[in-house]
């Protein structure tokens, strides 16, 4: 925009394109945060914050292709959608998660989606045991 502006070429529709484009490649590289706790997961992205309470769990859905989103759903009507490179990435939340969702089984709330947390669990159960052998040297 300032290289536009010291051409003399800026005006105000093409300051607001750049500001447009500006913000979508924002979008893009700012990484959601997301934090964790007993019973609890919260999202904050460019668009604000969203939680949902693992131990209320109604349903759990894996949605995408190339990159692969859980969506969650708590019994309050909360949704949030979670790239699972980050429980890749951090299995000590996915065990916080898990241990919501299977108060939820036991709760009776969970009615959908318990096939895809198994899948999820062996996935990243079996990535930390692998990980466990290659550092001590077994595998």
Known sequence: ???????GGLTLHRAGLWAVLGTAVLAVLLPSRVTA????????????????????LVSVRR???ISVHLVLR?????????????????????HLIDAGAR???????????????????????????RAVLTASGLL
């Open 1 to 7: 925009m300032l290289l536009d502006w010291g051409s």
């Open 103 to 129: 108060r939820s089984v036991k709760r009776g709330t969970l009615r959908h989606g318990r096939q895809v947390l198994e899948e999820l669990a062996d996935r990243i159960d079996g990535q930390e045991a």
């Open 74 to 94: 708590d019994a309050d009507g909360q949704w949030l959608e979670l790239d699972l490179r980050v429980l890749d990435a951090n299995p000590l939340m996915w």
């Open 37 to 56: 706790g007993d019973g609890w997961l919260a999202v904050r992205g460019l668009m604000g914050q969203r939680r949902v309470r693992t131990d209320t």
């Open 63 to 65: 949605c995408g292709g």
